[in-house]
């Protein structure tokens, strides 16, 4: 199976902070990657696919990149409603599997 | 709309079985697989597996293998995830999720307490 590793695991940040996560796969995905945004009591939301594609409705502030190994969600300008857990997921080979979550808490 | 419509809470016991429905509308129910997924409490996402409504192929998690079936049931647009022999580590909240190799549209999740 194909690990997926986020980092950090939880991080701290202020309103209109540029906020960076990362992800690294156990061997190269190529770009078969998609991002997850998770709410208390909430069912995930889908933000990013294929490493860089926005999903409909998401605004432009969430961004995506990378490809192989190692891949990045960014977000430009955090606001209120984006404190949440955040989720990488691989879909290059079954089983999909999901990194372990980086929970971004408000300072 | 998409909307995909979860049944509801559900308190099993030991080394019985549960089945988890989710009714799909707003778009041809055969046109995309449909993903499971569960969470554990405070825990993060695992996949469980995958069914193809339009011929019924399914693809599963190893480590599930053997104890959960997914099925589709195409007239009434309806997918069905069954697992047997539940143990407590199998408490969790159990989503479905359309598409295949993106998860475009989530359930709202099913509660499934093992509990003696």
């Known amino acids: 199976d194909i690990q997926m590793t986020q980092s950090p695991s939880s991080l701290s940040a202020s309103v209109r902070d540029r906020v960076t996560i990362t992800c690294r796969a156990s061997q190269s995905i190529n770009s078969y990657l998609n991002w997850y945004q998770q709410k208390p009591g909430r069912a995930p939301r889908l933000l990013i696919y294929?490493?860089?594609s926005l999903q409909s409705g998401v605004p432009s502030r969430f961004s995506g990149s990378g490809s192989g190994t190692d891949f990045t969600l960014t977000i430009s300008s955090l606001q209120p409603e984006d404190f949440a857990t955040y989720y990488c997921?691989?879909?290059?080979?079954?089983?999909?599997?999901f990194g372990q979550g980086t929970k971004v808490e408000i300072k | 709309q998409v909307q995909l419509v979860q049944s509801g809470a559900e308190v099993k016991k030991p080394g019985a079985s549960v089945k988890v429905s989710c009714k799909s509308s707003?778009?041809?129910?055969?046109?995309?697989?449909i993903n499971w997924v569960r969470q554990a409490p405070g825990q993060g996402l695992e996949w469980m597996g995958w069914i193809n409504p339009y011929n019924g192929n399914t693809n599963y998690a190893q480590r599930l293998q053997g104890r959960v079936t997914l099925t589709t049931d195409t007239s009434t647009s309806t997918a069905y995830m069954e697992l047997r022999s539940l143990r407590s580590d199998d408490t969790a909240v159990y989503y479905c999720a359309s598409g295949v190799t993106t998860f475009d549209y989530w359930g709202q999740g099913t509660l499934v307490t093992v509990s003696s």
């Open positions: 707003g778009y041809t129910f055969t046109r995309y697989g």
């Open positions: 294929t490493a860089s």
């Open positions: 997921q691989q879909t290059y080979s079954t089983p999909w599997t």
